[in-house]
């Protein structure tokens, strides 16, 4: 009888030492940030020198349904499974435009890693060439 009575107050102490700690529904209500929290105001610093500013979605225009049609197609001959699903496609591609609009020294990269899995299990560099080249030629000039 004695032990049980230990192995409860050891559970008891347990309990009221997390309750003291900030559990419960009155810890959740104090770490919410109060409406007077002001962000910071200073900007984070640029990842590297080099690198411009991302384009806004202003600065890439959507392609038309001629550039899409020649886009698809580009695609398509590099890949068929690049355009399965059409508009996603399109929607990689503009994200890739906004690359090149920005100067990005890392389109290729960034290129591969939007259309590459899934469908498309592999992209070799030529074929991200290509791809980068497609988006150029078809809309984004």
């Given at each position: 009888m004695k032990r049980n009575a230990t192995i409860a107050g050891a559970v008891l102490a347990a309990l009221a030492a997390l309750t003291a700690c900030g559990g419960g529904a009155d810890a959740e209500e104090s770490e919410?940030?109060?409406?007077?929290?002001?962000?910071p105001t200073?900007?984070?610093a640029p990842s590297s020198p080099s690198t411009k500013a991302p384009?806004?979605?202003?600065?890439?225009?959507?392609p038309d349904a001629t550039q899409t049609k020649t886009l698809i197609a580009a695609l398509k001959a590099i890949d068929p499974g690049l355009v399965v699903k059409e508009d996603r496609a399109v929607r990689r591609a503009w994200r890739v435009c906004g690359d090149i609009k920005a100067g990005s020294t890392r389109t290729n990269?960034?290129?591969?890693?939007?259309?590459e899995g899934g469908n498309v299990p592999h992209l070799s560099p030529a074929q991200v060439d290509a791809l980068v080249s497609a988006v150029k030629t078809s809309f984004c000039h």
């Open positions: 919410k940030p109060s409406k007077t929290t002001v962000a200073t900007p984070p384009a806004k979605a202003g600065d890439v225009r959507e990269e960034n290129a591969k890693f939007r259309f």
